[in-house]
């Protein structure tokens, strides 16, 4: 690096290609070398030859932060970088990629190639400048990587919480996914309009009329489905028209006989008159019985409906 008398300055390639990127916010050197398309080493070298120029700091944090005079001189480029694309990567990096054949996380790519996670890491950065490599998160290129070449979508953290959270068998909406994902219901919304366009979630008619999602088959192949994640619980069932231990014993003692008329109802379960009269035109309307003839007196049987009531309604009393 050289200085002329009005400070227009002379740096490397890879010293210019840094300190552009830290005119943007401040960065680890991770994130450096991602957006400049450089190795760590050669990140972190220019970083270094820019703090001794006074041209960059590193915080207490670690991260890389442009100073005032980063941030208004002018420079040029001693050289130009030499085509990285033409690089053939070295052979730990060729198994990597060779081992890429799906998304997957750094952590995985270490265990199956027997290297640390800081070797993966940095072998990952010299794949990504040589535009081999496509990174789910910039910051942490580890979490998620894929080969340039792989057309698989990259989810987020909130798109792959919110996968992962889906149910297959009923739906759920952004109300339950919220708790679970640990997003904001707005955020939710926005995640479940990103996975339904691509495909990974279906939007489906509720019982209440109101949207509810489910994930999709492609959306269980995604290799950011996480199998052993945390699922939203079913919806609770639709409230039982009737409750009453008073209602169940009529229901169950029509449905015992198979045809009641009131009088034998009111015999039966020692119901007065007037309420058993009330009581049978109540369930009538709840569509629970029905005459079984068009004569006044014709006995009532439970429709399948109150059969189903009737069914439901112990299993409610014991949950």
Not at 7 to 31: F, M
Not at 278 to 285: H, P, V
Request: aromatic residues 4%; contains cysteine; charged residues 30%.
């Amino acid at each position: 690096m050289t200085r002329d008398v009005e400070d227009h300055l002379i740096l490397s390639r890879e010293e210019a290609d840094c300190l552009i990127v830290l005119r943007n916010p401040g960065y680890g050197a991770s994130r450096v070398a991602v957006e400049a398309k450089l190795d760590l080493h050669k990140t972190e070298t220019a970083l270094r030859k820019l703090a001794e120029a006074g041209l960059a700091e590193q915080t207490e944090s670690k991260m890389w932060l442009v100073t005032d005079r980063g941030r208004t001189c002018g420079f040029d480029t001693s050289s130009s970088r030499p085509e990285r694309r033409g690089r053939p990567p070295g052979p730990s990096a060729q198994r990597l990629l060779d081992l890429l054949n799906r998304p997957m996380r750094g952590v995985a790519l270490a265990r199956s190639l027997g290297l640390t996670r800081e070797r993966v890491r940095q072998l990952l950065l010299k794949l990504h400048a040589q535009d081999l490599v496509v990174f789910g998160d910039a910051d942490r290129p580890s979490w998620m990587v894929k080969r340039s070449d792989d057309e698989t979508r990259l989810l987020s953290r909130a798109e792959e919480r919110v996968l992962s959270a889906l149910p297959e068998a009923y739906g759920t909406d952004a109300a339950r996914l919220r708790a679970v994902a640990g997003l904001s219901e707005a955020e939710v919304k926005v995640v479940l309009a990103n996975l339904t366009d691509a495909g990974l979630s279906d939007a489906v008619d509720g019982r209440r009329g109101d949207l509810v999602f489910r994930i999709t088959a492609a959306g269980l192949a995604h290799p950011q489905y996480a199998q052993s994640g945390r699922r939203t619980p079913p919806p609770p069932p639709p409230r039982l028209p009737v409750q009453s231990e008073r209602i169940r014993m009529v229901l169950k003692t029509i449905a015992d006989a198979g045809a009641l008329r009131i009088k034998d109802v009111k015999h039966q379960t020692h119901i007065p008159q007037n309420s058993i009269n009330a009581l049978m035109q109540y369930l009538k309307r709840k569509q629970l019985v029905a005459k079984t003839g068009l004569e006044f007196d014709a006995p009532y049987s439970l429709t399948e409906h109150g059969r189903a009531v009737l069914a439901e309604m112990p299993v409610r009393q014991a949950a």
